[in-house]
């Protein structure tokens, strides 16, 4: 099959490389450098099972079908399937879930191939798709949200939680083939390691049900974090043992011992977005847990910023501006609110950030990576995620990871 995927991205490219085991991909990206990168098998994201496939082509061990191009009109063409995976935003101004991109995408697809199946990937607004089918006129597109994990998308997509597709009635056919195309794609990473294809539910919902389905999927998991964050500032003010605390909650099996390490808050591509997205849809809805999770968060990130201040140190040091661990990702990334309340007291920050070139300046601070020099400058070092290279200044690292994990 000719499958042509908009975005290469961690969804986008993650997709394209699950469907190029078996069919014939084009993956569209903006830039002739990234394209000319993948083309020569080059990750330009991070990402540990993506950089093992490609590994593993140079090498002549694997086989992908997967070409890049910049060529958007090209590319859609000559697709027989269109998946949309383009970056969307919930702009805090006003107050809205930015989907041009994805509509973009769409109307390129339509100018120069109006029937083909067209799936969305990208996160939007509960009712989108009914949107979209409104406003374009158009009877054949889906819905399929994503439910990966920042830096290890490949590697979710090789092992689904599940699989969700919104479709319309008629839709039915279309909507278990695209479920059956993910499904080929991770068994046949399966089948290559000699392991047993596992069972993954698939539910086939209405296009608004699985819109909603990704969002308060992502609202829990920022409740979640939310939750153990509080429960650390707590423990904080207090002077109780946070770890004490979250092993014996968590022993209950209800709670479990998962997804339970304090951080400066949650960030990244999807979880701020979609919380404050799922908040906008409760416009005229009563709740009150939905405003609070987002509201926490930003109480969060006050009261790391004040626990930094209360060791009134001349210069702060940021180690590492990403969000997680093996990731190059600063979207929204907790870290960096914390950096703004602690410039808007005037205190001097540094940030060592190797993805970043030395002496660039980011948020008014000076990237320093010279790790003598950054580490000797700092009279606090403010680490979202602890390792190994921040043992031997440990006296001046304030974190609140627990467990050395995300």
Request: charged fraction near 25%.
């Amino acid at each position: 099959m000719k499958i042509t995927v908009a975005g290469v991205g961690y969804v986008g490219l993650s997709l394209a490389v699950l469907l190029a085991q078996n069919h014939e991909v084009t993956a569209i990206t903006t830039t002739e450098e990234k394209a000319e990168k993948l083309n020569r098998w080059i990750s330009p994201i991070r990402d540990e099972e993506i950089e093992r496939f490609f590994a593993e082509v140079r090498a002549g061990e694997r086989e992908l079908h997967l070409h890049t191009t910049t060529d958007k009109a090209a590319a859609y063409r000559s697709a027989e399937l269109v998946v949309i995976a383009a970056p969307t935003n919930y702009d805090d101004k006003e107050h809205y879930f930015d989907t041009s991109a994805v509509e973009d995408a769409i109307e390129q697809t339509l100018a120069v191939n109006p029937d083909v199946l067209i799936v969305i990937k990208s996160t939007v607004p509960v009712g989108y798709t009914d949107s979209v089918r409104e406003k374009y006129g158009i009877d054949h597109v889906l819905f399929s949200p994503e439910f990966l994990r920042e830096s290890k998308a490949l590697y979710d997509n090789l092992h689904p939680s599940r699989i969700v597709v919104g479709a319309y009635d008629h839709q039915m056919e279309d909507a278990r083939m695209f479920a059956d195309l993910l499904l080929e794609g991770a068994r046949a990473e399966e089948t290559r390691a000699g392991q047993e294809p596992q069972e993954i539910r698939t539910l086939i919902a209405h296009p608004t049900e699985a819109e909603a389905i990704k969002l308060f999927a992502n609202t829990y998991l920022a409740v979640r974090v939310s939750y153990f964050n509080e429960l650390d500032t707590y423990a904080q003010m207090k002077g109780l043992n946070t770890a004490q605390i979250i092993e014996g909650v968590c022993l209950d099996p209800r709670i479990g011992g998962h997804y339970n390490n304090p951080s400066f808050g949650y960030g990244g591509y999807c979880l701020p977005k979609d919380t404050k997205q799922l908040l906008a849809n409760y416009r005229d809805v009563p709740q009150m847990m939905i405003e609070a999770v987002v509201k926490s968060n930003s109480v969060r990130k006050d009261f790391i910023a004040e626990q930094i201040l209360n060791k009134n140190p001349e210069t702060v040091g940021i180690y590492r501006l990403t969000m997680k661990s093996n990731s190059d990702n600063f979207r929204a990334s907790a870290i960096q609110g914390v950096m703004k309340r602690i410039l808007d007291k005037g205190v001097k920050v540094i940030i060592y950030e190797p993805t970043l070139e030395a002496e660039t300046v980011f948020m008014d601070c000076v990237v320093e990576n010279d790790w003598k020099r950054f580490s000797e400058q700092c009279d606090v070092i403010l680490a979202n995620r602890f390792d190994e290279r921040l043992e031997s200044v440990k006296d001046k690292v304030y974190t609140r990871d627990l467990y050395g994990r995300d």
